[in-house]
């Protein structure tokens, strides 16, 4: 018997069977929308923590006292401003270093208020992040050493706070303290979680005095290429390391960052992959129940074909096809329902989803290699029928 | 392969002291008890005998579905017991056409495709096996029935088709295992004349068994088992002479 044959006759019997086939390929159907969504999902998530690391800037060094790691305790800052001097001066060039001291202060402008993260910081900021302004003016060197109460708003703030009005040169009162807007930045979305566009910036002496403490919470530094950074890093760190020999520092770049998280929301998406799959392989259990079922209901028919000629291999193949088929039309089909509900996912919900070839590859792959592995046995049991047990059976 | 080492054309069937016995929970059922028969090509023969006395084992182990316990069977020279399943699958396909009291045809597919099967396994193409399969069809009176499904037919129909798949494949022998013991009077005379003309115009041996004495009179030759031996072999005296001389085939 040709191929061709037996794949118009598991066609013929998958179509005559048609509620059960359906049935039996929701399984497959299920988990192969389950891998393709679930990747497409995680993959999106990788996606759009990249891209917001990449937004940050461009070649930055992160510095912060203690050291950085996942589940490490955040530790007390004892840095202060003369670090900042300090490391100024390890770098050589004053403008690629900044700073920033953060805490969480109301802000209001009449009846208006809103809970904003106020972070001090100084003139050089806009070297080394990416931070468009969208109206006024950045804060200026004098701002920062005659700490002046100016204030740049994060635009989610500024709308907040002003609705259609112009804010620039207007008054609004952080903890208790008159500030003038000298500027609005862009919308950038959030990073790691911290929604940026809800910061409002001020010096960062002003902030100390505001807050009470001396204290910086991390300086950041900004490398003039690529090829820069690390040994620009270590340098940081060597230095501050050598100024308080008894306390630690970190300093950690966007490639680091990205390849931690990068590693850990692939680890994640592996995982919802790996689910997925599983579901996949119950579906492909669920087949070689149906195959045995049917073998079972069939038993007259395999004895008809088995007298009418047909060999042990054509009625195994033919089950096996059938099988496959199943399971082959399954994937299709849940390949399908998957990229269009993560094409879903994507336009109707704040979930990024991304699609990728491999998982589209990788479901389709193990629906064919599930209805091989789950179909031999109920296949070979077909195939070695007695003609005379079969017919018999009434 | 066997052949016969005589110069006469090789019988339809040669079984020499065939048994079959079956293994009924430890107890050994004797189903066949030492058979030994000559069915010559184009014969038209009815088996007959009470229920439970071998008939259709007899007739499983002629279509080569079956293997004997013991004895020597040879089909169309060939004996069976050197041929592994494979071969006999393919015998199977070849020669031999089977008819069964309840038609045994794929309910949900149609009759043009349930006549065709056995080319499939034979490996015959597409067009050919429909042409094929139509003209066995026409040949049964069922030429404008090629798309209905047998679950849209009578019995009669049912068992017509069932003869038309039996014939697709040129076979030397037809096996019908109570073809009418699930028809009605009328029905059952057109599947015996079908059987007949079958016999008489193509020179395909036939094989039936039955209940019925006036179908086993339409027969030339009676051979009746009881209790898995054969008690008596007759022929009809309207039969024409024998074909042991080699006037047939
Ligand atoms: N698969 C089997 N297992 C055990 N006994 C069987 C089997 N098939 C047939 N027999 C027994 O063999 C005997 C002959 O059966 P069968 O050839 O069907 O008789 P008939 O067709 O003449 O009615 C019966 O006693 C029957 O019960
Ligand atoms: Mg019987």
Redesign the interface.
Known sequence: ??TA?ALR?AL?ALR?NRLRSTLTMLGVIIGVLAVVILVAIGTGAKNAVEKEIAGLGSNIILVVPGQVGLGAAPTQSRLDLTDVAFVRRVVGDPSKVTVAVNSGEPVRVGRNEVFATLTGTDENMPNIFDRPLRRGRYMSATDVETRRRVTVLGAEVAAKLFGDVDPIGRQVTIAGVRFRVIGIYETVGSTFGVARDQEVHVPVTTAQRLIGLPRINGIAVGASGPDEIESLQSRVVAALDARYPDEKFSAVTQTQLLGTIGTVLSMLTGVLAAIAGISLLVGGVGVSNIMLVSVRERT??I????????????VLWQFLIEAVLLTTIGGLIGILLGVGGALLIQALSPVPAAITWWSIALAFGVSVGVGVFFGVAPARRAGRL???VA??S? | MTTEPSATPPAAFEAIGLTRSYDLEGVSVDALRGVDLRIEQGEFVAIVGPSGSGKSTLMHLLGCLDRPTSGVLRVGGVDVSTLDDTHLAELRNQTIGFVFQSFHLLARTPALDNVALPLVYRGVGRSERRARAEAALTAVGLGHRLGHRPSQMSGGEQQRVAIARALVGDPQVVLADEPTGNLDTRNGEEVMNLLEHLNADSGVAVVLVTHEADVAGRAHRQIHVRDGLIELDSRSRTAPAATTEGDAG
Not at chain 1, 303 to 314: E, N, Y
């Open positions: 018997m040709r044959e006759m013929e005559v007259k028919e004895g008809l074909r088995k007298a009418l000629g047909a060999r042990q291999r054509d007695d003609p005379v017919l018999r009434e």
